[in-house]
């Protein structure tokens, strides 16, 4: 990282926590890799996380390496930024199969990947990659949404149905998976069977708020087991807080709760996680969204050198 008593941190090219660019991992045998996914042709509402990526690592730049919460210093971790998937505008299926060959590499030279959306339908292409190594992973979701529809509109990708995808094609176990943040309308009761037939334990943000952030942490850290992936979607945050997202729904977690949650991950068997849904085109003139996401994925990496898995390298 560069030294922000030399180099201000509003000069230079922004990468992530102001790292070296690199695209060589097997040469430069970093610890994490920090990628990009700006594709968002997926949305079923407001597109914009395509610029998401871009928005993080601006953002990250303010980001110092040692948490006192959790007294990690990433210091001795080496974090490279990764460039972005060379997604293809319009082809789904496509970028899909570029993001999982890129993550795949990743992966191959035994380098944690710390991915930023992009839309949620991103993360099924990831953990197709994920899944490759390690078999079926454990899945955590901090999400307002289950993700669990089957198709939108006929068609059967969008990111709305990267759940319902990863379960029928045993990327991930949802007997050791769970959901934490969900809220908001549903069709209809089938919705709710449709959640409950899924098999993740999920714990809707009204359940949360009654139970506590610490219980439900513990929760997760019991549920999960072995290889395990987070996805955060951003739009689990209150838009008081997070204003810049694709699909709002008010009542979510307030910014502190978010990194409360992304805590409990310490101790999990972590191997990769993502942070979806930032669309900088909505945010507040401050830039909240993207500072808070570059702040989550600070914690989450975090936890990830806290963790017991391959990421636990310092």
């Known amino acids: 990282m560069i030294d ?63 948490n006192p919460v959790t007294e ?15 997604v293809v505008p319009g082809y789904t299926e496509e970028t899909f199969a570029r993001i999982e060959a890129r993550v795949s590499s990743v992966l191959e030279t035994d380098v944690f990947p710390a991915i930023a959306g992009g839309d949620h339908s ?58 934490i943040g969900e809220r908001g309308g ?16 999920y714990y809707p943000i009204d359940e949360l708020e009654d139970r506590g952030i610490e219980e439900i942490g513990d929760r997760l850290r019991e549920r999960v087991d072995g290889p395990t992936f987070a996805t955060l979607d951003i739009d689990a945050v209150d838009p008081a807080y997070a204003p810049g997202t694709g699909t709002p729904s008010p009542g979510g977690l307030t910014s502190r709760e978010f990194l409360r949650l992304i805590r409990s991950l310490r101790g999990t068997t972590l191997v990769g996680f993502d942070l979806v849904e930032v669309a900088p085109p909505y945010d507040d003139a401050a830039g909240s969204t993207a500072t808070l996401a570059a702040s989550a ?18």
């Open 4 to 66: 922000p008593q030399e180099v201000p941190r509003f000069a230079g090219v922004p990468t992530f926590m102001r790292s070296p660019h690199v695209y060589d991992l097997e040469t430069a045998s970093p610890d994490i890799a920090f990628l990009g996914v700006p594709y968002d042709d997926a949305t079923s509402f407001r597109p914009g996380a395509r610029f998401g990526p871009r928005a993080i690592r601006l953002a990250s730049t303010l980001l110092k390496p040692y």
């Open 72 to 86: 990690t210093d990433l210091s001795p971790v080496t974090i490279v930024d990764h460039d972005d998937v060379p």
């Open 122 to 179: 991103t993360t099924l292409a990831v953990l197709r990659a994920v899944a490759e190594k390690y078999g079926p992973v454990s899945l955590v979701q901090i999400d307002a949404h289950s993700d669990l529809w089957t198709e939108y509109f006929g068609e059967p990708y969008s990111h709305g149905t990267t759940v319902h995808h990863a379960i029928e094609e045993g990327l991930i176990d949802p007997s050791s998976s769970i959901r």
């Open 186 to 201: 549903l069709y209809g009761p089938e919705d709710v069977d449709r959640h409950d037939d899924a098999g993740i334990e």
């Open 297 to 314: 994925t600070f914690e989450a990496l975090c936890a990830a050198v806290d963790s017991s898995g391959p990421a636990g390298r310092q």
